[in-house]
């Protein structure tokens, strides 16, 4: 008995060197290729020491801009990566050289708009820490352009381009020179507590500072965005599918938009399963609302167009707050886009509006109306189901909002055109 206790216990002391030998000898995981991005002198560009970062540590690296300004004053294109981290904890300042941007930027292949940066890849994370800041320098743009929309040249922020299973979280944008970011061929990219202010401090209107605009993408999570902007807050365009929006802040701009669309003569385009839940709207123009070109084609993009075909359906806009002056309807329709001062035929759009729920809207508001919805007789829109609504026009009167403009609406629920 004895022996057989003391040869267990040799056996087990061998086994136990064993395993600690073959765990010892396990290789163990490289830790990530790190790149620092370093400031050059003043207003020197550092957009290529930022372009070889990414070359370097690009694949499963981490590049790391540390708490300084660094002047962008050429294009970048950082695609292609992946499995790659930012840690951004300073500033990239975008340079004033309209004539070089006019003539640089990147063209996006739609609406014939433009790109400052094109950035992409697969297992993106970017990180922001909440100050992590994007400036555009965006006064020197909504100057020069003095209200003029899409004009020609001028870039959007950045483009996320080709990104799939990516996050993006506390990053701060601010001054966007165009729109501040299109999501293009994206799919699974979440961007999580974000800020955008796009506002102008003189008379220059800042148009075109869209918070968002999803284009080809699917699976696109927006969840605590604060938008302080002169245009849509968050846009979804052509082809957006499965596009959630919650939890979110908004000021001054026109609120959530689907579109414009149908821009492209005889092209088929949609949107679809859209929930936008969780909405807080200061003073924007609407809550939401949904906007087409006519059917019929006058011009070219980016300001003229038409003749899209395709639909937008299952969209829901639930649990918003409104503190709003808005003297149109709080939920918008129009299929009246056409080129820019011209009256178009209203009723010709074959662009499809249904599935829409419109509810638990609470709040204050400037107008009578709940919902001014001006569909296509070619396309009427069709289950359009708006209820649970409390809102009262300005905050002293108490005046109840219940009044509905419609044309061409059919099938409607919870209200009567």
Known sequence: MFLSNNFFLILLFLNSNLLCASASSLPRPHPRKTCVVRQHAQDKDDAPAILNAFKECGNGGNVVFLNQTYNINSVMNTTGLQDCEIDLHGTLLWGTNITYWLNNSLPIGYQNQSSAWFFGGERVTFRGHGYGTLDGNGQTWYDFVGGVSNYPGRPHGITIWNTKDSIFDGIRFVQSQMWTMAIMHSKNVLLSNI??????????????TDGADTIFSDSITFDRWI????????????????????????????????????????????????????????????????????????????????????????????????????????????????????????????????????????????????????????????NIDIEDISLTKYVLDGVPVVEYECQNVENTMGFSC
């Open 195 to 208: 800020y955008v202010n796009s506002t102008t401090d003189d008379h220059s209107p800042a148009r075109n």
């Open 227 to 382: 938008v302080d902007n002169g245009d849509d807050c968050i846009s979804l365009k052509a082809n957006s599918t499965n596009i959630l929006i919650k939890d979110s802040t908004f000021y001054r701009g026109l609120g959530v938009s689907i579109g414009s669309i149908g821009q492209y003569y005889d092209q088929f385009e949609y949107v679809e399963n859209v929930t936008v839940t969780g909405i807080t709207s200061h003073n924007t123009r609407y809550a939401a609302y949904v906007k087409t070109w006519t059917g019929q084609q006058v011009g070219y993009p980016p300001n003229g167009g038409g003749g899209g075909v395709g639909y937008a359906s299952n969209l829901t806009f639930t649990d918003f707050t409104m503190y709003n002056t808005t003297s149109t309807g709080v939920f918008y329709i129009t299929q009246c886009t056409t080129f820019s001062g011209v009256a178009g035929d209203c009723n010709s759009s074959l662009f499809n509006i249904r599935n829409i729920k419109f509810t638990d809207i609470k709040g204050y508001v400037g107008t009578s109306y709940i919902a001014d919805m001006q569909c296509s007789g070619a396309s009427p829109c069709t």
